[in-house]
């Protein structure tokens, strides 16, 4: 079965220290990858999106994720956190079938920022 | 634009009985996609609608049923609740070509 794979479910930085959050799929390309945060009681927001255009893919907020396609992965960085970064962040792919599109996600990474 | 909205946001029921949340998508999408949010399973596709037909199902029992109305707005029934079905259920709606979801805030629904 295809899956999404987010490696560590809680993650502390510093402020000001780099965010590394990662991302692993199942083996074959899918159409699209995508980043969402979720701050608390609250719905997703999406942050980016690879859609094939670029390895390298720019966010919200300052966020970054590259995709590689050799080793079937997607991570998420920010060169320096900040106290606001603190949320969940979610990996999520689609892989179509036909005209069905639906997102698949792992099981998110809490992000904490200490002072 | 307004963004998705949901109601209730919250929902005290009790067992066997019968839940119906609301979606309305943002203007123009077509597209309305419902995920089930829970500690222990994380984020779980319920079901998507498309111009009033269930395009695409997850792997949910038959209590789950959903629907979309001309409008494009959506409702989520679920029957003959169980604690279990305690949780966060978002609604995500998109343009049929850019599979980009947008999320609403969510109904927390407690089951007692």
């Known amino acids: 079965a295809q899956s999404v794979t987010q490696l560590g479910s809680h993650v502390s930085v510093s402020e000001g220290a780099l965010v590394l959050l990662r991302c692993n799929y199942s083996s074959s390309v899918p159409p699209y990858l995508f980043w969402y945060v979720q701050y608390p009681n609250q719905g997703l927001q999406l942050l980016l999106k690879?859609?094939?255009?670029?390895?390298l893919v720019k966010g919200i907020n300052g966020f970054e994720a590259e995709f590689k396609k050799s080793e079937t992965s997607f991570h998420l960085t920010k060169p320096s956190a900040h106290m606001s970064d603190a949320a969940e962040y979610f990996c999520a792919v689609v892989w179509s079938g036909g005209s069905n599109y639906k997102l698949t996600f792992g099981k998110g990474t809490l992000l904490t920022v200490n002072p | 634009k307004a963004g998705v909205t949901q109601t209730p946001r919250y929902l005290i029921k009790t067992r066997g009985q019968q839940v119906t949340l609301s979606c309305s998508p943002i203007s123009g999408h077509r597209s309305v996609s419902w995920y089930q949010q829970t500690p222990g399973q994380g984020l779980q596709f319920l079901f998507e609608y498309f111009s009033e037909t269930q395009r695409n199902k997850g792997n949910f029992p038959g209590r789950f049923s959903g629907r979309q109305f001309s409008n494009s707005r959506s409702e989520m029934n679920v029957s003959t609740l169980e604690l279990g079905d305690s949780a966060l259920y978002l609604c995500?709606?998109?343009?049929?070509?850019?599979?980009?979801?947008?999320f609403g805030p969510g109904t927390r629904l407690t089951v007692l």
């Open positions: 995500a709606s998109s343009l049929q070509s850019t599979n980009e979801q947008f």
């Open positions: 690879y859609t094939s255009a670029a390895t």
